[in-house]
């Protein structure tokens, strides 16, 4: 991981070794860019039901602080993050699961 450039907002744009970036925001925000249509929030969630509703609603957890922030970042790229470019390994992903389902439907 590479901290690529810090915008006048105090946004912080790091690269990733598989091609992808994450942007770290003073908001308390962490999101990716997986060369998608969109940015992607990888911040914590908590789920919670008002009194008298029958919906379950989501909230993102913030992390204001960041050194806090940085330390999530570092831990979840530890988790997640491959060798290989992403591109790659989402196009082995969509093709495996075709051929699982081809595979399901018609028992080859």
């Known amino acids: 991981m ?9 946004t ?3 690269e990733l070794k598989d ?4 942007y770290s925001y003073t908001s308390g925000y962490v ?3 997986s ?3 969109r ?3 990888i ?3 908590t789920r919670y039901t008002p009194p008298n509703s029958n919906y379950e609603y989501y909230t993102r957890v913030l992390i204001p602080c960041p050194e806090e922030r940085f330390q999530y ?3 979840w790229v530890d988790r997640n993050v491959k060798d290989i470019p992403y591109t790659i390994t989402r196009d082995l992903r969509n093709k495996t699961g075709w051929i699982k389902y081809y595979t399901k439907k018609y028992g080859y």
């Open 73 to 75: 970042i570092v831990d």
């Open 2 to 10: 590479k901290l690529i450039e810090i915008n006048k907002n105090g």
């Open 12 to 14: 912080q744009k790091f």
């Open 43 to 45: 911040n914590k969630v």
């Open 31 to 33: 999101r990716i860019d």
């Open 35 to 37: 060369n998608l249509d």
């Open 39 to 41: 940015l992607y929030q």
């Open 19 to 22: 091609g992808r970036f994450i």
